[in-house]
């Protein structure tokens, strides 16, 4: 939430819906394992479902593992002029300490089948929910997307032949993640399917018209680094220098010359945009000001700047910052009301989905059969 202005941003990342409720039907004879809304869905879908997550959850355990292992190499050194000896026997599991102590060595991780099960339910369950109200809202999976699916599997590095052990197919694959993909992009793309009216835009943009701002302002920014070896760090030399710019800066020295010879380019990504500055001029709107410096006392500074005036230096471990405000505007862009427009049509979506109360049975007696 933008300090400034209240209005609510990156909604889709901080509405979560509750966990679904679930109504276990105990020995049924239905032949389906999940029913939502009256809509049944047979158990095969899980099971590829919870399939593929056991694979993904072994992959990840893995990986983690092989980061231990390649610590542990970069980490190990044996002193000079030292030899091991052919005599020293070690116990099986057993490793040796700095110290002389002993301790066991960590047994390799294993997926808890039983946890994921009920976790891959629950998320299998709720992405047919969701995927549900998208197709009743007229959603549609592009084909790119199911494409994107398989080009994860065709992947040169992606470990088929798990897969294959565990009974997955690359159609099994496709439709196992399409799920929870479709979910993904219908919530992305909430704004298409719940529009607000004009009136309600309009009649938010006035009450917030007086915290609706926009900023063009320049600034510089000076990298400190970290000696690696001995912890040390140029900081205070890095300060020095950034005082004495923005002193030649207030004393009319062309701000971006100065940036060019002297700053740190930085790299701002601001609406999936990728762009480079050093003294150029940046024009951001509030409400996304805060994000876009992602730096809380930096964005106070500036927005207490009348145009033309300078924040102080402001610092922490990795870089020091000033500031010059150019503009500040009344109202703010077009792709900015558009942008706001878009976050409360996905609120609405989001607060319609979470109220939706749908009803969902879970058939215990298939559910028990299903294992890996």
């Known amino acids: 939430m933008d300090k400034k202005t209240g209005i609510i941003v990156g909604i ?3 509405v979560v819906l509750a966990l679904i409720v679930v109504a276990v039907v105990a020995d049924s004879n239905d032949p389906y394992l999940i029913t939502i809304n009256d809509v049944k869905y047979e158990k095969e879908g899980f099971e590829k479902y919870y399939r593929v997550r056991y694979f993904e959850e072994e992959e990840k355990l893995k990986a983690e593992e092989e980061n231990k292992d390649e610590e542990a190499t970069e980490n190990e050194e044996t002193p000079e002029n030292e030899e091991a000896t052919g005599n020293v026997e070690t116990p099986e599991n057993v490793e040796a300490t700095e110290n002389g102590a002993t ?3 960590e047994e390799p991780k294993t997926v808890d089948k ?9 998320e299998y369950a709720t992405a047919l929910m969701i995927n549900q109200i998208g197709a009743a809202k007229g959603y549609k999976p592009s084909e790119s997307l199911i494409a994107s699916i398989g080009e994860e599997y065709d992947a040169e590095e ?5 897969l294959t052990e565990l009974g997955i197919s690359r159609e099994d694959y496709i439709e196992a993640k399409k799920v929870v993909k479709m979910q ?12 607000i009216d004009d009136e309600t835009f309009n009649n938010y943009m006035t009450e917030n018209e007086d915290n609706l701002k926009g900023y063009d302002f320049r600034m510089m920014q000076f990298a400190i680094t970290k000696n690696e070896e001995d912890g040390t760090t140029d900081k205070d030399a890095v300060l020095e220098k950034a005082n004495a710019i923005l002193e030649r800066a207030k004393n009319g020295e062309d701000f971006e010359t100065l940036a060019k010879e002297n700053a740190t380019s930085r790299i701002v990504i601001n609406n999936s945009v990728l762009s480079q500055y050093n003294g150029e001029l940046e024009s951001v709107d509030s409400p996304y000001l805060s994000n876009y410096l ?3 006392e ?6 207490a700047l009348q145009p ?5 230096i402001i610092s922490d471990d990795s870089t020091a910052s000033f500031i010059r405000l150019e503009a500040l505007r009344d109202d703010v862009k077009d792709e900015t009301k558009q942008a706001i427009r878009d976050e409360l049509s996905s609120t609405n979506g989001m607060y319609d989905i979470y109220y939706s109360n749908p009803s969902v049975i879970i058939n215990s007696r298939l559910l028990k059969t299903i294992e890996i």
Do not use: C, H, M, S
Request: proline share 2%.
């Open 103 to 105: 301790i066991e060595n």
């Open 298 to 303: 930096l964005y106070n500074a500036l927005i």
């Open 308 to 312: 033309g005036e300078y924040t102080e």
């Open 12 to 14: 889709l990342v901080v």
């Open 114 to 122: 039983a946890a994921l099960k009920e976790t891959a339910l629950n």
């Open 158 to 162: 992606f470990n088929r032949d798990r």
């Open 294 to 296: 992602n730096n809380t």
């Open 184 to 195: 993904e992009d219908f919530y992305g793309r909430l704004a298409e399917f719940y529009p």
